[in-house]
Structure formats: structure tokens, C-alpha cells
């Protein structure tokens, strides 16, 4: 067997071996998404029960700032969709 298909070969179980851990982190990544999301419904209910407002603009703009702050625009990005995800929109 040449260099070359033993190289194509290697980079096979090696792509194979990435998207299986891909796989397995978005699926846990998925998960705490849906744990965030419960946890989410439940400080809204409680923020309503106690007479006040469903979300905290505050709160809000704190956690964009952090998704900003270690992951850039695309992080601000990312906190909006999990906002979206875990409120619905305004």
C-alpha cells in the first residue's frame, strides 16, 4: 500500500473518530440547552407569581455580554438564539 492511501486512510478514522465526538458534544449540548430551557420556565413563573415581569432586560444584557465577552460576535449570536429558545420572543 502507497504513502498516499495509507495517509487518506489515516485521515479517515481520524475525520470518523472527530464527528463521532462531535456527535456525542451536541447531543450534550442539547441536552443542558433543554435543562436551561426548564430552568428558564421556572424563574419566569416565579418572577410572575411574585407580581413582576417575565424577563429581566438586565439579566439579559448581562449574559450576552459573557457569550460576548469569551466567544466574540459570534457568542452574542449564540446567547440570543438560547434567549429566544428559553423566553420566546419579545
Known amino acids: 500500500m ?10 479517515a478514522q481520524i475525520i470518523a473518530g472527530a464527528r463521532e465526538r462531535i456527535d456525542d458534544l451536541d447531543a450534550r449540548l442539547i441536552a443542558l440547552i433543554q435543562q436551561r ?5 421556572e424563574v419566569q413563573r416565579a418572577r410572575m ?10 439579566r439579559e444584557m448581562e449574559i450576552l455580554n459573557r457569550y460576548n465577552d469569551v466567544l466574540g460576535r459570534p457568542g452574542t449570536t449564540l446567547a440570543m438564539t438560547l434567549l429566544e429558545l428559553c423566553r420566546g420572543r419579545v
Open 2 to 11: 502507497d504513502e498516499q492511501v495509507m495517509d487518506e486512510q489515516r485521515a
Open 37 to 41: 430551557m426548564e430552568v428558564s420556565a
Open 49 to 58: 407569581a411574585s407580581g413582576g415581569r417575565r424577563l429581566s432586560l438586565n
